[in-house]
């Protein structure tokens, strides 16, 4: 079956514009996080939907980020007024929080932030 | 804090070596491991999903868990250059999949 799939795979923008980032999980997952990995770090959580629940906006590192998903499926991570500190690979991943494997992810490829 | 740690790393083992990766998670309530692989340039991969206590095996790899400890490990034996990556071990931790810092495993040819 279809994976996790993300675009665009690559994104070039200028400081000071504002950048959207698409997700589309497994379908039928019911959870679904973002992540940000800069260059040679970990994975750094940023944001999670489960369901119809509010989301768990804990991890994002400031009001610049937001993301929003709808009909509980595709998801949209964006980026006001980017930064040069924002360029990293931004990583998608959904779970079917079902049964004893219920908290295992599944990535997509990553979106790839440039900022100029 | 409720975390997950991971041996630091970077870990170099000779071509047919056991590489050993070892983590500690701080949630008693955690029920569920897993093992990711990220190769560079790469996502994280599922390789091992462990529950029990005890070792699992599949293939060249062993995860070993004991709950009482609090540890989870990763055994690679017969290690490949292929097996060269960042390990990640990852625990549920308040309802969400919480991922360890990784350790870099390069294994010399």
Redesign the interface.
């Given at each position: 079956g279809a994976g996790v799939s993300q675009s665009p795979s690559n994104k070039v923008t200028e400081k000071g514009k504002d950048v959207e980032l698409r997700c589309d999980p497994i379908s039928g997952h019911t959870a679904l996080y973002w992540y940000r990995q800069s260059l040679g770090q970990g994975l750094e959580f940023l944001i999670y939907f489960q369901g119809n629940s509010a989301p768990d906006k804990s991890g994002l590192p400031s009001d610049r980020f937001s993301a929003e998903r709808t009909g509980g499926s595709v998801s949209t991570l964006t980026i006001q007024r980017t930064q040069q500190e924002d360029s990293a690979v931004y990583l998608c991943a959904s779970s079917s929080r079902q049964g004893k494997r219920s908290y295992e992810q599944y990535f997509g490829p990553g979106t790839r932030l440039t900022v100029t | 804090q409720k975390e997950v740690e991971q041996n630091s790393g970077p870990l170099s083992v000779p071509e047919g070596a056991i590489a050993s990766l070892n983590c500690t998670y701080s949630d008693r309530g955690s029920?569920?491991f897993?093992w990711y692989r990220q190769y560079s340039g790469?996502?994280?991969?599922?390789i091992m999903?462990i529950?029990s206590n005890g070792d699992k095996e599949d293939g060249r790899f062993t995860a070993q868990l004991n709950k009482a400890s609090q540890y989870v490990s990763l055994l690679i034996r017969d290690s490949q250059p292929s097996d060269s990556a960042t390990y990640?071990c990852?625990a549920?931790i308040d309802?969400?999949?919480?991922?360890?810092?990784?350790t870099t495993v390069t294994v010399r040819a």
């Open positions: - | 029920q569920s897993f790469k996502s994280p991969e599922l999903f529950y990640l990852a549920p309802y969400k999949l919480s991922f360890g810092a990784g």
